[in-house]
């Protein structure tokens, strides 16, 4: 039997290319032939693109970007297994929907109503009502434009089963489609360190060994405190998404900075959870840059796992390195064994699979 992924595909973002290698060997324990199908990226007018690379030349990082792209092409070489055919939504009713038995919609954003990402086959509109799955997808905002409401509505129908990575999104799925709807954790945390340490490689560069990780996908508005907590704690700063010998770096080298971190800045999920996963303290901000508000998947994060919240307003700053990871990873052993429950439920019921 062959399983097919629907998520993001373009885009050199780690949380994003990580998650789809979680699904992708989750999926691996049922079926042997797992894919995942290529998104067509969106066409933009050429203006577009020629002040887009306008604008990367000037910041002096385009060739630092272009690096970077490699590598993350050389991470899905070696790591991700596509489809030979990609999909489009003006085009996916020519999709040969019958070359896969079940068809997997997540995780990531891939609902969210205000990102131009998210089209209809996201929702697996082009495929067999009993061959749809939604596995931990997220909706990514705190209520769907009243624009969108039928429409989502239409796109939720069809699904046995519905699940959401966050509770806010699974209250909105469950008003949109009248059903009942499962908060499952991101794929990414069904896996422990030693799973993720085969992905991870040592970037071609010096580092000391005593570092804080700063990653920080909006604006840093914390720069000066996190430059005080180090100076203090005698920390040299690697500034991931700021400094060009950082900024070319794939998903294999992001694994590896966390997981020799003393200690980590973000403002990204998935930063906080391969912090988690590899047992490193980290301090969460605000991100900077944008209107919408996404805390739902951090405050859900939390409450699933039993984690006080980490900004530095609350940060206890005469222990600011001690986290109680074996009460996480007991909630965490739970939280895998719902995820699972739910999966297989999807599988049996939809079509009378047994593994």
């Given at each position: 039997?062959?399983?097919?992924?629907?998520?993001?595909?373009?885009?050199?973002?780690?949380?994003?290319?990580?998650?789809?290698?979680?699904?992708?060997?989750?999926?691996?324990?049922?079926?042997?032939?797992?894919?995942?199908?290529k998104?067509?990226?969106?066409?933009?007018?050429?203006?577009?693109?020629?002040?887009?690379?306008?604008?990367?030349?000037?910041?002096?990082?385009?060739?630092c970007?272009?690096?970077?792209?490699?590598?993350?092409?050389?991470?899905?070489?070696?790591?991700?297994?596509?489809?030979?055919?990609?999909?489009?939504?003006?085009?996916?009713s020519?999709?040969?929907?019958?070359?896969?038995?079940?068809?997997?919609?997540?995780?990531?954003?891939?609902?969210?109503?205000?990102?131009?990402?998210?089209?209809?086959?996201?929702?697996?509109?082009?495929?067999?009502?009993?061959?749809?799955?939604?596995?931990?997808?997220?909706?990514?905002?705190?209520e769907?434009?009243?624009?969108?409401?039928?429409?989502?509505?239409?796109?939720?129908?069809?699904?046995?089963?519905?699940s959401?990575?966050?509770?806010?999104?699974?209250q909105?799925?469950?008003?949109?489609?009248?059903?009942?709807?499962?908060?499952?954790?991101d794929?990414?945390?069904?896996?422990?360190?030693?799973?993720?340490?085969?992905?991870?490689?040592?970037?071609?560069?010096?580092?000391?060994?005593?570092?804080?990780?700063?990653?920080?996908?909006?604006?840093?508005?914390?720069?000066?405190?996190?430059?005080?907590?180090?100076?203090?704690?005698?920390?040299?700063?690697?500034?991931?998404?700021?400094?060009?010998?950082?900024?070319?770096?794939?998903?294999?080298?992001?694994?590896?900075?966390?997981?020799?971190?003393?200690?980590?800045?973000?403002?990204?999920?998935?930063?906080?959870?391969?912090?988690?996963?590899?047992?490193?303290?980290?301090?969460?901000?605000?991100?900077?840059?944008?209107?919408?508000?996404?805390?739902?998947?951090?405050?859900?994060?939390?409450?699933?796992?039993?984690?006080?919240?980490?900004?530095?307003?609350?940060?206890d700053?005469?222990?600011?390195?001690?986290?109680?990871?074996?009460?996480?990873?007991?909630?965490?052993?739970?939280?895998?064994?719902i995820?699972?429950?739910?999966?297989?439920?999807?599988?049996?019921?939809?079509?009378?699979?047994?593994?």
């Amino acid at each position: 039997m062959k399983v097919a992924i629907l998520t993001f595909t373009y885009g050199d973002n780690y949380g994003q290319r990580l998650q789809n290698l979680a699904v992708q060997e989750i999926l691996h324990s049922y079926f042997e032939d797992v894919y995942t199908i290529k998104q067509t990226p969106l066409e933009y007018p050429i203006g577009f693109n020629i002040k887009k690379n306008v604008k990367q030349l000037l910041s002096g990082n385009y060739c630092c970007l272009l690096k970077r792209h490699q590598n993350f092409l050389r991470f899905d070489e070696k790591y991700i297994r596509y489809y030979d055919i990609p999909i489009a939504e003006k085009t996916a009713s020519s999709f040969p929907e019958k070359d896969f038995d079940y068809y997997i919609a997540g995780s990531d954003q891939i609902w969210s109503p205000y990102s131009e990402d998210v089209n209809s086959t996201l929702f697996l509109q082009f495929a067999s009502p009993d061959k749809r799955i939604a596995l931990s997808p997220s909706i990514a905002a705190e209520e769907v434009p009243t624009n969108k409401v039928e429409l989502y509505k239409k796109y939720l129908t069809g699904f046995r089963y519905l699940s959401s990575r966050e509770y806010t999104g699974s209250q909105l799925i469950s008003m949109l489609s009248g059903k009942k709807v499962e908060t499952l954790i991101d794929p990414t945390l069904m896996f422990d360190a030693d799973f993720w340490d085969k992905y991870e490689k040592k970037p071609d560069i010096e580092l000391q060994d005593d570092y804080a990780l700063i990653y920080m996908l909006g604006s840093n508005q914390e720069n000066e405190k996190i430059k005080s907590f180090c100076s203090t704690h005698k920390l040299k700063m690697v500034n991931l998404m700021k400094e060009k010998k950082y900024l070319t770096l794939g998903p294999d080298a992001f694994i590896y900075l966390i997981h020799n971190a003393k200690i980590v800045f973000t403002d990204s999920y998935h930063g906080i959870i391969f912090s988690i996963l590899h047992r490193k303290p980290f301090v969460v901000s605000n991100r900077g840059g944008t209107s919408l508000n996404m805390n739902s998947r951090f405050q859900t994060l939390y409450c699933k796992l039993g984690i006080r919240s980490r900004s530095f307003s609350q940060l206890d700053t005469s222990a600011p390195f001690e986290i109680n990871f074996e009460g996480i990873f007991e909630k965490l052993r739970d939280e895998r064994a719902i995820f699972r429950e739910y999966l297989e439920r999807c599988l049996v019921e939809e079509k009378g699979y047994d593994n």
